[in-house]
């Protein structure tokens, strides 16, 4: 048995991309997965894809932004009970903060932030009524802590989660719910194509970051390798960090 082996678990934005990747590699570990996405999405291939490789997963069509408790009902419903949840799901869109409309901006941070609280609050209360702690792992990133254009909703949103981790991990400590984040860099995922043009391809991406080694690790991250950072935050190896985010971004941020 894997070492999530027994835990049923929630990953918001699982149809494609990072989510995709946790809820692979949470099957892989052993872990029933309820992959929560948009009606409309892959959701349900995926979770026919993990069921077809053995695992226990389903899908619910679920929005962040309204349908937190629904879709922890459903995990409930469907798995019996909720051991994890990973809040994943988000949007990314160049926002200039002069020209954007309120409501344009909003968005982002209605969708990340928002949607983290909500889905954050339906699962704590299953997990504190359970009594048997509980891991919740934020997907947040590297633009939480740094600064760039066009960009103050999606920044401000991250770092706002990272804010929600410190402060609910302290929170709930006393359920021994662990709450912890993962923020990526640059990750190869349908998110880093923006306006039709996939940033990773550009000749400015691979002049900057690739030759001249701005990514240390001169490359974007594979889905896979931020879903390992998950997978240990959300497992019984991970029993004394609460509260912090590890960066997973090939150095990224420790240079200038
Ligand atoms: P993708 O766009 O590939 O996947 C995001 C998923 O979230 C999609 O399936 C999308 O559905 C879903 N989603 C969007 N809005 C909602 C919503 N309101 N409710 C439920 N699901 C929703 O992105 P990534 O996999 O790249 O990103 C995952 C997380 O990682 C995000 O939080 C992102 O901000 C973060 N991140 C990504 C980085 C990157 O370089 N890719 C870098 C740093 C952080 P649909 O396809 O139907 O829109």
Same mark, same amino acid.
């Not at 309820?34 to 053995?54: F, K, N, P, R, V």
């Not at 389903?58 to 879709?71: F, G, I, K, R």
């Given at each position: 048995?894997?070492?999530?082996?027994?835990? &049923?678990?929630?990953?918001?934005?699982? %149809?494609?991309?990072?989510? =995709? *990747?946790?809820?692979? /590699?949470? +099957?892989?570990? #052993?872990?029933?997965?309820?992959?929560?996405?948009?009606?409309?999405?892959?959701?349900?291939?995926?979770?026919?894809?993990?069921?077809?490789?053995?695992?226990?997963?389903?899908?619910?069509?679920?929005?962040?932004?309204?349908?937190?408790?629904?879709?922890?009902?459903?995990?409930?419903?469907?798995?019996?009970?909720?051991?994890?949840?990973?809040?994943?799901?988000?949007?990314?869109?160049?926002?200039?903060?002069?020209?954007?409309?309120?409501?344009?901006?909003?968005?982002? &941070?209605?969708?990340?932030?928002?949607? %983290?609280?909500?889905?954050? =609050? *339906?699962?704590?209360? /299953?997990? +504190?009524?359970? #009594?048997?702690?509980?891991?919740?792992?934020?997907?947040?990133?590297?633009?939480?802590?740094?600064?760039?254009?066009?960009?103050?909703?999606?920044?401000?949103?991250?770092?706002?989660?990272?804010?929600?981790?410190?402060?609910?991990?302290?929170?709930?400590?006393?359920?021994?719910?662990?709450?912890?984040?993962?923020?990526?860099?640059?990750?190869?995922?349908?998110?880093?194509?923006?306006?039709?043009?996939?940033?990773?391809?550009?000749?400015?991406?691979?002049?900057?970051? &690739?030759?001249?080694?701005?990514?240390?690790?001169?490359?974007?991250?594979?889905?896979?390798?931020?879903?390992?950072?998950?997978?240990?935050?959300?497992?019984?190896?991970?029993?004394?960090?609460?509260?912090?985010?590890?960066?997973?971004?090939?150095?990224?941020?420790?240079?200038?």
């Amino acid at each position: 048995m894997g070492e999530l082996g027994g835990k &049923v678990a929630l990953v918001t934005g699982a %149809a494609r991309g990072i989510g =995709r *990747a946790v809820a692979e /590699v949470f +099957v892989r570990e #052993g872990a029933a997965v309820m992959i929560a996405d948009l009606a409309g999405s892959d959701g349900a291939a995926t979770a026919a894809t993990l069921c077809d490789m053995g695992g226990q997963a389903a899908y619910t069509a679920a929005d962040v932004t309204q349908d937190a408790e629904a879709m922890v009902a459903a995990t409930v419903k469907y798995f019996g009970r909720l051991d994890i949840l990973v809040n994943n799901a988000g949007i990314f869109y160049n926002a200039d903060a002069l020209a954007t409309s309120f409501d344009d901006w909003l968005k982002a &941070v209605d969708v990340i932030f928002y949607g %983290a609280f909500h889905c954050s =609050r *339906a699962a704590g209360r /299953v997990m +504190v009524a359970q #009594g048997q702690g509980g891991r919740i792992v934020n997907v947040s990133s590297i633009n939480g802590f740094l600064g760039m254009g066009q960009s103050s909703h999606y920044n401000t949103a991250k770092g706002a989660v990272d804010q929600l981790t410190r402060c609910l991990a302290v929170e709930w400590a006393p359920h021994n719910i662990l709450i912890n984040g993962v923020a990526p860099g640059f990750v190869d995922t349908p998110m880093s194509i923006v306006d039709g043009v996939n940033e990773l391809e550009t000749p400015d991406f691979q002049e900057i970051y &690739v030759r001249r080694r701005r990514i240390p690790l001169a490359r974007a991250a594979q889905p896979t390798e931020i879903a390992e950072a998950v997978c240990f935050l959300a497992s019984p190896r991970c029993s004394y960090i609460t509260g912090h985010t590890i960066v997973v971004d090939g150095g990224l941020s420790v240079t200038f």
